[in-house]
């Protein structure tokens, strides 16, 4: 009899238990899911930032080859992540999403003092081609004015002899 009675106690305690556990699930899913949206909308926005850095440099001139790796790289990573999303590996694609970030660390930084160097160079190139124009001129300019001189006073002793 007494075994009846610790056995009822224990399925229903196992019942109670089993219920509370699967009541507890969706919430502790919802909680995970949520975390992993935005840490997705996170990392997509900073993609874009990093895009459009990146697109500054470009324009700037810089050579933008290793940023175009390290976003190909962190894209890939966050591709991953909303392909684990979207099967329902929300821890995964919050890990992915984690990493695609952390691949893109200093980034920003990076593309705006390659897009700075670049016009730097831009700058110190239009002034050199803008000098070496005006010294090319006037020493064409002075160099003609010479070369009359010269023969002006050539044929001018000549015409005397």
Same mark, same amino acid.
Request: with cysteine.
């Given at each position: 009899?007494?075994f009846?009675?610790?056995?009822?106690?224990? @399925?229903?305690?196992?019942v109670?238990?089993?219920?509370?556990v699967?009541?507890?699930?969706?919430?502790?899913?919802?909680?995970?899911?949520s975390?992993?949206?935005?840490?997705?909308?996170?990392?997509?926005?900073?993609l874009?930032e990093?895009?459009?850095?990146?697109?500054?440099?470009?324009?700037?001139?810089?050579?933008?080859?290793?940023?175009?790796?390290?976003?190909?790289v962190?894209?890939?990573?966050?591709s991953q992540?909303?392909?684990?999303?979207?099967?329902?590996?929300?821890?995964?694609?919050?890990?992915?999403?984690?990493q695609?970030?952390?691949?893109?660390?200093?980034?920003?930084?990076?593309?705006?003092?390659?897009?700075?160097?670049?016009?730097q160079?831009?700058?110190?190139?239009?002034?050199?081609?803008?000098?070496?124009?005006?010294?090319g001129?006037?020493?064409?300019? @002075?160099?003609?004015?010479?070369?009359?001189?010269?023969?002006?006073h050539?044929?001018?002793?000549?015409?005397?002899?």
């Amino acid at each position: 009899m007494r075994f009846k009675v610790i056995s009822k106690s224990f @399925v229903l305690f196992s019942v109670l238990f089993l219920l509370l556990v699967t009541g507890c699930l969706p919430a502790f899913a919802r909680a995970d899911q949520s975390s992993a949206s935005s840490e997705l909308a996170s990392t997509q926005s900073k993609l874009v930032e990093c895009f459009n850095a990146a697109k500054a440099a470009e324009e700037a001139g810089a050579n933008i080859s290793e940023l175009t790796s390290t976003l190909n790289v962190a894209g890939s990573l966050f591709s991953q992540a909303e392909l684990a999303y979207s099967s329902g590996n929300f821890s995964g694609a919050e890990a992915l999403a984690v990493q695609s970030q952390n691949e893109l660390g200093n980034f920003v930084s990076t593309a705006s003092s390659l897009q700075h160097a670049a016009a730097q160079k831009q700058n110190i190139d239009f002034y050199l081609n803008f000098v070496a124009s005006i010294v090319g001129t006037v020493a064409v300019i @002075v160099g003609s004015f010479v070369v009359w001189a010269l023969l002006k006073h050539k044929y001018a002793r000549a015409g005397e002899k």
